[in-house]
């Protein structure tokens, strides 16, 4: 059958149709790319602004890939799948990445971000409300070296949080809410040298829960609530050269707690409660050179207690309950403290004036540091007022009532004037009102300290410990520790090594005195009243 030309000539029609509406939507899909691949490309993270953004960054440099540094605020709450993270590509180079957080807007990390930023070094959230931080929230991340979380609300840690990250070296979660630190939070951390984790919430710290971090240098838990720390609370940190413990719960430090940390140089627990330090405390820390036990409890000190730290040339004992401090307290440092560069604060403890605070004399005389002769020059000790050796000195008790009596008029008035002329007493007061006693009022004085006071329900004589004669200092009966005590440090130490029992001397004023003196006659006279009785 022969077919039509007509038909022929319509097919042909349709083909050529067909072709060109073929060609022409493959154009309009190519133009479609073009188009979304150039808008993509113009959302620069480094330019983005109006009121519609949710995140406006100021960077180093806003060309195209580019920027090595951008600080941006979060103006706003964020989706995790919100487009604008992909924003990021537009500076896939940057090294330091800085949120700051308005109104807590941020609840997570974004870390599928973090993964993408190839030579991110640096990363901070500020003031952002990431109440848990998630597990694996920063594992992988092998370019990172400094994470700064500080002041976001963090609560808890999950385990695996840090995990992997082999050149991370700074961890800043200060400022948070952290309540506890568990176990398998930090691994795999081999560059990690400072962590810091100060001002959280922290009452617990688990047994082993840094045991990771061997390579750590800087430990910070200042201003929590730990209450107790044992020898498992700083497993593994065998590296760790500062510890900072400061302003805490803890009450007693037990044998050997830092004995994983024989590289510790420094190690901070003033403003604690602390009241018992075991005799082995110490033990392991040959390389410690400050130690701070500043404001805290201590009433008393175990003889050589510092024996396992004979390196210390830095100790402050400033704000205790210290009644004395024994030349055994001090022993195995003691000739650290000769040198220039050493320090040994002991003011505010309530030291009682006898003889076993005549190792100081000695101190005083040979150390070379001037500052801490000069301190040691204002060292004030209690005397007891009655004390048959030293008789009070009349001119500081009236100095002492008369202040008394500026201080609390009426008290003195209720007191002294009972069934008395109340004419007397008024014109008293005008007297007192009217002219100047000449004596400094001790609110307007900082430095002021009552020259009588009572301690342990016995008045005491404020006395400076160097206006005192050596010679004259009251022992009390001596016991086994006191006895320990007489082993001194010379005035000539080079020549008489510390431990020469029975052979050192102090010089006070233009002779030689023996401080153990006195503690020798009192045992001879005991020995006699017991052999003639």
Same mark, same amino acid.
């Given at each position: 059958?022969?077919?039509?030309?007509?038909?022929?000539?319509?097919?042909?029609?349709?083909?050529?149709?067909?072709?060109?509406?073929?060609?022409?939507?493959?154009?309009?899909?190519?133009?479609?790319?073009?188009?979304?691949?150039?808008?993509?490309?113009?959302?620069?993270?480094?330019?983005?602004?109006?009121?519609?953004?949710?995140?406006?960054?100021?960077?180093?440099?806003?060309?195209?890939?580019?920027?090595?540094?951008?600080?941006?605020?979060?103006?706003?709450?964020?989706?995790?799948?919100?487009?604008?993270?992909?924003?990021?590509?537009?500076?896939?180079?940057?090294?330091?990445?800085?949120?700051?957080?308005?109104?807590?807007?941020?609840?997570?990390?974004?870390?599928?971000?973090?993964?993408?930023?190839?030579?991110?070094?640096?990363?901070?959230?500020?003031?952002?409300?990431?109440?848990?931080?998630?597990?694996?929230?920063?594992?992988?991340?092998?370019?990172? #070296?400094?994470?700064?979380?500080?002041?976001?609300?963090?609560? $808890?840690?999950?385990?695996?949080?840090?995990?992997?990250?082999?050149?991370?070296?700074?961890?800043?979660?200060?400022?948070?809410?952290?309540?506890?630190?568990?176990? *398998?939070?930090?691994?795999?951390?081999?560059?990690?040298?400072? %962590?810091?984790?100060?001002?959280?919430?922290?009452?617990?710290?688990?047994?082993?829960?840094?045991?990771?971090?061997?390579?750590? *240098?800087?430990?910070?838990?200042? *201003?929590?609530?730990?209450?107790?720390?044992?020898?498992?609370?700083?497993?593994?940190?065998?590296?760790?050269?500062?510890?900072?413990?400061?302003?805490?719960?803890?009450?007693?430090?037990?044998?050997?707690?830092?004995?994983?940390?024989?590289?510790?140089?420094?190690?901070?627990?003033?403003? /604690?409660?602390?009241?018992?330090?075991?005799?082995?405390?110490?033990?392991?820390?040959?390389?410690?050179?400050?130690?701070?036990?500043?404001?805290?409890?201590?009433?008393?000190?175990?003889?050589?207690?510092?024996?396992?730290?004979?390196?210390?040339?830095?100790?402050?004992?400033?704000?205790?309950?210290?009644?004395?401090?024994?030349?055994?307290?001090?022993?195995?440092?003691?000739?650290?403290?000769?040198?220039?560069?050493?320090?040994?604060?002991?003011?505010?403890?309530?030291?009682?004036?006898?003889?076993?605070? $005549?190792?100081?004399?000695?101190?005083?005389?040979?150390?070379?540091?001037?500052?801490?002769?000069?301190?040691?020059?204002?060292?004030?000790?209690?005397?007891?007022?009655? /004390?048959?050796?030293?008789?009070?000195?009349?001119?500081?008790?009236?100095?002492?009532?008369?202040?008394?009596?500026?201080?609390?008029?009426?008290?003195?008035?209720?007191?002294?004037?009972?069934?008395?002329?109340?004419?007397? $007493?008024?014109?008293?007061?005008?007297?007192?009102?009217?002219?100047?006693?000449?004596?400094?009022?001790?609110?307007?004085?900082?430095?002021?300290?009552?020259?009588?006071?009572?301690?342990?329900?016995?008045?005491?004589?404020?006395?400076?410990?160097?206006?005192?004669?050596?010679?004259? %200092?009251?022992?009390?009966?001596? #016991?086994?520790?006191?006895?320990? $005590?007489?082993?001194?440090?010379?005035?000539?130490?080079?020549?008489?090594?510390?431990?020469?029992?029975?052979?050192?001397?102090?010089?006070?004023?233009?002779?030689?005195?023996?401080?153990?003196?006195?503690?020798?006659?009192?045992?001879?006279?005991? %020995?006699?009243?017991?052999?003639?009785?």
């Amino acid at each position: 059958m022969k077919q039509s030309p007509w038909i022929s000539l319509i097919f042909q029609a349709l083909l050529v149709i067909s072709l060109l509406s073929s060609g022409l939507s493959a154009s309009t899909r190519s133009r479609g790319k073009k188009k979304v691949a150039k808008e993509t490309k113009e959302m620069n993270i480094c330019e983005m602004q109006g009121q519609e953004v949710a995140i406006f960054c100021y960077c180093n440099s806003n060309a195209i890939r580019n920027a090595s540094e951008a600080k941006c605020l979060v103006l706003k709450s964020i989706n995790l799948n919100d487009p604008t993270w992909n924003y990021f590509s537009s500076q896939i180079y940057l090294q330091e990445l800085t949120f700051n957080v308005q109104t807590n807007s941020l609840e997570y990390i974004p870390t599928q971000l973090l993964r993408q930023l190839k030579n991110l070094q640096k990363i901070a959230f500020q003031y952002a409300k990431i109440d848990m931080l998630a597990e694996y929230a920063f594992s992988n991340l092998s370019t990172i #070296t400094e994470i700064n979380l500080n002041s976001s609300s963090v609560s $808890a840690l999950k385990m695996h949080a840090f995990e992997n990250m082999r050149n991370l070296s700074i961890i800043n979660l200060n400022d948070n809410k952290i309540a506890e630190i568990n176990r *398998e939070t930090f691994i795999n951390l081999p560059s990690m040298k400072s %962590l810091f984790l100060c001002r959280n919430n922290i009452s617990t710290l688990h047994d082993r829960a840094f045991m990771h971090l061997t390579s750590l *240098e800087e430990l910070e838990l200042s *201003e929590n609530q730990i209450k107790v720390i044992t020898i498992d609370s700083f497993h593994g940190l065998r590296s760790l050269q500062r510890l900072d413990l400061r302003n805490n719960l803890i009450d007693m430090i037990g044998d050997r707690t830092f004995v994983e940390m024989s590289m510790l140089r420094e190690l901070k627990l003033d403003s /604690n409660r602390i009241v018992y330090i075991s005799k082995k405390a110490l033990d392991g820390l040959r390389n410690l050179r400050k130690l701070g036990l500043s404001d805290n409890k201590l009433t008393n000190l175990e003889p050589d207690f510092l024996a396992g730290a004979p390196g210390v040339y830095f100790l402050d004992l400033r704000d205790n309950r210290l009644k004395t401090i024994t030349f055994d307290n001090i022993k195995p440092i003691a000739t650290n403290l000769y040198n220039s560069s050493s320090h040994f604060f002991v003011t505010g403890n309530e030291l009682i004036c006898d003889c076993k605070l $005549a190792w100081i004399w000695g101190l005083r005389n040979e150390t070379k540091n001037t500052n801490l002769r000069d301190a040691l020059e204002k060292l004030t000790c209690f005397l007891e007022s009655n /004390n048959a050796s030293q008789k009070i000195n009349n001119v500081d008790l009236e100095r002492n009532e008369a202040l008394d009596i500026a201080q609390n008029p009426k008290e003195y008035l209720a007191e002294n004037f009972r069934g008395g002329n109340i004419g007397d $007493a008024g014109a008293y007061l005008n007297d007192e009102n009217e002219g100047d006693d000449g004596y400094e009022d001790s609110s307007s004085n900082s430095d002021f300290q009552p020259k009588v006071q009572v301690i342990e329900g016995k008045s005491m004589q404020v006395k400076n410990l160097f206006e005192l004669k050596i010679e004259e %200092l009251p022992c009390p009966k001596p #016991t086994r520790e006191d006895l320990m $005590a007489s082993e001194q440090p010379s005035s000539r130490h080079e020549n008489a090594p510390v431990g020469s029992s029975g052979s050192i001397w102090f010089s006070s004023a233009s002779r030689p005195i023996h401080p153990e003196l006195p503690v020798l006659v009192y045992s001879l006279v005991l %020995l006699l009243s017991v052999l003639f009785t």
